[in-house]
């Protein structure tokens, strides 16, 4: 792909002032940049995030790799895996891991051995070995022609297990376009009856949210705060237990203000759809995206930034974060009214009230039940 894209010309490829072993390390960049171009496929697995690898890359690396070789008598080992790895390619790179792998591939295919005969740039399961010196440039289409079609993941320095991941997530891919295209490909009438659907689903989970919005203020009562609906903080004579009841309420203050910040992430963007829809102002993309997973019953990305982890559909995660919501706020409505120990006797004094608390808490119910 790098020579019919005119990456490598004749003139280049036969370059005497880089020294007798440039035709080896032109060739070790041209694997290099395959190899980390090809991982992308693979997701998380190749990169913890992807990056767009082009030919303009390969370019600007030649000629670094050029300069290198031809200012030196020797081959610049270092200087070229710092120069691609720092400058040229690893100029796009964000993540530290990433740059930490990058530069072990760089390692991989710019060491002395590639100036050995016997070195394989490639070795399981498929084998490419280094060219010679006085190998030509329609002798490198012929040598790679000799390659698979399809690459497995060991060439790449992946598990061949790096797969499954592949094809799990192809599959997942495909079915979304199937149900996408089911619920738009059966013409005009069809198609206004699915964006009503999906206008009939944005009022539905707006018209249950009243008690989400009830929920979302019990964290603003200014006339009952946390810690003061119980007096810890007022009192000298705080109990042990109370004093692990007051760990609780924080516990309990952190999930309400994440839980409202779901709840303002839902709203929010429903009502901006609603507004495009309404009005005569063109979509985003981000709006499209929202209104598809709404009529595809998922749950949409971008509510995934604020959620708790969930495979739900979106019906069910509507209902799933009312029950939530509901046992949060039935938790701190419990505080404004505080119960006394069940002693036997009416004269328990008023500082050993028990912190009224659930029964039982739903684990399952925390953004992080650990």
Known sequence: ????????????????????????????????????RCRNRYGTLGWNTPYDFSVKDFTVGKYIMMKLMTDHSAIPWKAIVDSLGETCYGGRVTDRSDKKRLECILERYFNSEVTSDSYHLLKSPVKLAMIGDNATL??????????????????????????????????????????EMNSTAAGTGKLWQ?????????????????SLYQFSELADREDTPLLAAIGIGERKDTTEQEVGQSTLLTVLDREIEMYRSLIHKITSSIEELQYFKDSRYLMTVQMEELDREIKNDLVPKRWKSVCYPTAKKLASFIIDLKQRCHFFSSWQDLLSTPRTADTGSSSTPPSQEVLSRPRSFWLGAFFDPH
Request: one cysteine or more; proline letters at 5%.
């Open 194 to 210: 699915t964006s009503n659907r999906a206008d009939r689903k944005s009022s539905v989970i707006l018209s249950s949210l009243p």
């Open 1 to 36: 792909t790098l020579i019919d894209r005119g990456a490598i010309s004749e003139q280049g490829f036969e370059e005497q002032g880089a020294g007798p072993y440039w035709k080896r390390l032109l060739f070790s960049l041209c694997v290099f940049t395959a190899i980390i």
């Open 138 to 179: 329609e002798g490198w289409k012929n040598h790679l022609h000799q390659l698979p079609v399809n690459d497995p993941p060991e060439a790449l320095g992946l598990h061949q297990s790096a797969d499954v991941s592949y094809n799990l997530n192809n599959n997942i891919y495909l079915m979304e376009c199937l149900v």
